[in-house]
């Protein structure tokens, strides 16, 4: 559950609209206050609305331009913000609370984000449960019942709903989440969360991951590699720097070099010039100055540069030089010897992804070579008497092999080797010779297809024979079904057969692992908020990964809309998007100009 900072109890009431949550709050307010409760009320509305009537001197000075607009009264005061750019924060608007002066926040709405909150369900709008996909739910009100270990509370008996907030408030701990309604939310969010708890046949996608991954070693084979061709590589052991860096004190620019204590002569005698790569052998004196350029070593003495563009040379006096600033400190310009680097300091982790300026940073330090965890080697291959391998006339009642090729381009961008075993024919034998050569010649197994809870394939008769392989069905799309075991000791993965499902669930399991077994510790993809430019619906329950475009609006912000149609078998899609927008489980509709979350694709696919 997510910590909001805040110094009184926070609780929401979560429901979809026409379940009353304003009319319920209405009734509950005043037997709240009637307890002795100071309350706070944050309401979250969809759509655009104002707070003064038009005509009114504060209605006619915010619409004239007042991006804030203050009206105070004897009675009241408020502050009026105007957000056209981007909509306040959640944490934000906590902040504009003066919670010393309040018992509770209480919160209608905001039903998709992480802090507690009551349920209202009403079984006449015939609407999902919220409680079952978010574990941040501590009760539930509703006009019937529900199977749940939650506290459960008639919604039409007001005085029972106060009671509870009242008791929620009482047991409340400063700067955390009510002790026993923690223990309520741990309790509900472990029985979701643990896998062991749930049939193979249906995990989220966090669940799926975590039971791969916990499966998954890195590989111990190291290999010593050229710098030159280190790229994409994971470091098996610390680079640890040999020298300083930078290796010598000297000049961060071209100028002058003097001595910080002879700062305020008149006129310097210019006694010699450094260029780089050379250096000045004697102690600078008093009165003396250098002339040197970026980068070379500082004389013994000096410890100042003044730069070239504020230093005149005097009338008459060609070795003599003034400087036409009073503003010099002593030791400006100057880099000291292991100022970026100390030698024996270690550089990089084993474990880091080596990249351009990985690279050259190795290469800086003097190391031609470097030791590197060995290329993942995975095998694929495609399955069917229907796919029939590209270049060749398409026969009836064929398909061409489009996913061998799409596998190839993820597994060389995460810098595999990939092993083609081609198409393999519907026959047993061959299938199970097939697999059992890859799974004792390469690190993982990977093919798509075939792996359907339903279907009757060859190559689930040929994983019987081999190993431990489970079919799961998981709660997204697309992607549902996906197999995953282990023959012998070798990682095998089946995908599903549509091409964008095939992209999506390599991304979401088949990346993380293997960079887990390349040594890439704690891995996660990068995830960012956008505004949706247009609404995104998903069915409650199930992660929802469409193919999106985002993009940059006339404020600067982070927007993204869909690439259109989202069938599984568009693959066209795939290549128009830039990002994946995904639409987690307790949410089943984003509106316009809602946030939400997309995963960039660059440098991925």
Not at 372 to 391: L, M, N, Y
Request: proline residues 4%; negative net charge; glycine residues 8%.
């Amino acid at each position: 559950m997510t910590q909001y900072k805040t110094s009184v109890p926070l609780l929401g009431f979560a429901a979809y609209s026409g379940t009353g949550k304003t009319t319920l709050l209405e009734q509950l307010l005043p037997k709240l206050t009637e307890a002795g409760l100071t309350i706070g009320l944050l309401k979250h509305a969809h759509h655009d609305f104002d707070v003064d009537k038009p005509g009114k001197d504060s209605y006619r000075l915010r619409k004239a331009g007042a991006t804030q607009m203050l009206i105070s009264s004897r009675n009241r005061h408020a502050l009026m913000t105007e957000t056209p750019q981007e909509e306040a924060s959640f944490e934000y608007l906590l902040t504009r609370f003066d919670q010393t002066e309040l018992d509770v926040i209480l919160v209608e709405g905001c039903k998709n984000i992480a802090f507690p909150k009551i349920e209202l369900h009403r079984d006449e709008l015939e609407k999902p449960w919220l409680h079952p996909n978010d574990s941040n739910i501590i009760a539930v009100a509703s006009d019937s019942d529900v199977d749940t270990d939650l506290p459960q509370i008639n919604i039409n008996d007001v005085d029972a709903i106060a009671q509870f907030v009242f008791s929620y408030v009482s047991n409340y701990v400063s700067d955390s989440v009510s002790e026993s309604h923690s223990k309520i939310a741990s309790k509900s969010a472990s029985n979701a969360a643990c896998c062991d708890t749930l049939s193979p046949a249906f995990l989220s996608v966090e669940q799926g991951q975590e039971k791969i991954l916990s499966t998954i070693k890195p590989i111990e084979l190291i290999q010593s590699i050229s710098v030159a061709d280190s790229y994409g590589s994971i470091l098996a052991e610390d680079i640890v720097s040999p020298i300083n860096v930078p290796q010598y004190t000297n000049s961060a620019m071209d100028g002058y070099a003097i001595r910080g204590d002879d700062i305020g002569q008149a006129a310097y005698n210019v006694v010699a010039e450094v260029m780089a790569g050379h250096s000045f052998e004697q102690e600078l004196k008093k009165g003396e100055a250098v002339k040197i350029m970026t980068g070379a070593p500082t004389p013994m003495g000096a410890d100042t540069v003044i730069m070239r563009e504020q230093a005149t040379q005097n009338d008459g006096q060609r070795n003599q030089i003034s400087f036409t600033t009073s503003d010099i400190r002593a030791g400006q310009n100057v880099r000291q010897a292991g100022e970026d680097l100390a030698k024996d300091q270690t550089v990089f982790e084993a474990g880091t992804k080596i990249q351009s300026a990985e690279m050259g940073m190795i290469a800086s330090l003097g190391f031609g070579e470097c030791r590197v965890k060995r290329k993942i080697r995975v095998a694929i291959f495609s399955t069917g008497d229907e796919v029939q391998a590209p270049g060749t006339p398409l026969k009836p009642n064929s398909i061409y092999d489009s996913n061998r090729f799409t596998l190839m381009g993820l597994l060389e961008k995460l810098g595999c080797e990939v092993v083609d075993l081609g198409i393999i024919e519907d026959d047993k034998s061959l299938m199970i010779e097939a697999i059992e050569n890859a799974a004792n010649t390469c690190d993982m197994v990977l093919t798509s297809g075939g792996v359907s809870v339903g279907d009757a394939d060859y190559i689930k008769l040929a994983l019987d024979k081999l190993g431990h392989i489970d079919f799961w069905r998981i709660n997204m799309r697309p992607g549902r079904p996906l197999a995953y075991g282990q023959i012998n000791t070798t990682p095998f993965f089946g995908l599903p057969g549509n091409p964008v499902a095939v992209m999506v669930s390599f991304l979401n399991f088949v990346e993380p692992a293997i960079r887990k077994m390349q040594g890439e510790a704690n891995w996660k993809p990068l995830k960012v908020q956008a505004l949706a430019e247009e609404s995104l619906r998903s069915r409650q329950g199930r992660t929802e990964f469409s193919r999106g475009v985002y993009s940059h609006n006339e404020f600067g912000q982070l927007t993204v809309k869909t690439t259109g149609k989202q069938g599984s078998g568009i693959l066209r899609s795939m290549s128009e998007a830039n990002c994946l927008i995904e639409i987690t489980p307790e949410v089943d509709t984003v509106k316009a100009g809602e946030s939400v979350t997309i995963i960039p694709l660059q440098g991925r696919i």
